[in-house]
């Protein structure tokens, strides 16, 4: 069965024929080739697929594709303004944060998820959102690292 839904998505108005299989990491990468999400466990265990889901961060690979109608979206695609990069990306590169780049889109949405809702998250709280996440080139103390300084630079930017 073939529905059409329609959503945001990085700011864009989206209309995607979907089956009611599909997830929402299908729609984005398959019919829409938005390939930063990435494709990793398939059962929310790992984070390469986080997105940003009306203000929260979700795993796209455990949603069916039915609740984008409506919705809105932003993925890594959609976060950075130009060719300048987000803060956040700024700030895990600067730390050495970044190697094979297969995990980061979805740290990286964690965090704009987190410090979007709350710039003053406690390490704590900061600790739990990279805990959905795992990473086998950086070892976790780069991006630690990366996740304070992203923390603030975004408090800088919000006082500037």
């Known amino acids: 069965m073939t529905d059409t839904i329609q959503f945001t998505l990085n700011g864009a108005p989206q209309a995607v024929a979907i089956d009611s299989a599909d997830k929402i990491i299908d729609v984005l990468r398959e019919h829409l080739n938005l390939t930063g999400t990435k494709r990793g466990c398939d059962d929310g265990t790992c984070g390469a697929c986080t997105i940003v889901l009306n203000g929260d961060a979700r795993k796209a690979c455990l949603f069916p594709a039915a609740k984008l109608d409506g919705a809105t979206v932003l993925t890594i695609e959609g976060l950075q303004n130009g060719s300048d990069l987000h803060p956040i990306q700024k700030a895990l590169i600067e730390a050495g944060a970044v190697q094979c780049g297969y995990c980061i889109p979805g740290i990286v949405l964690e965090l ?16 739990t959102a990279l805990s959905r996440h795992f990473c086998r080139c950086t070892g976790y103390e780069a991006i630690w690292d990366g996740a304070k300084l992203a923390q603030q630079a975004m408090k800088n930017q919000l006082n500037s």
Do not use: Q, R, V
Not at 112 to 127: H, P, R, W
């Open 112 to 127: 704009y998820a987190l410090y979007t809702k709350n710039i003053d998250a406690s390490d704590d709280e900061i600790k």
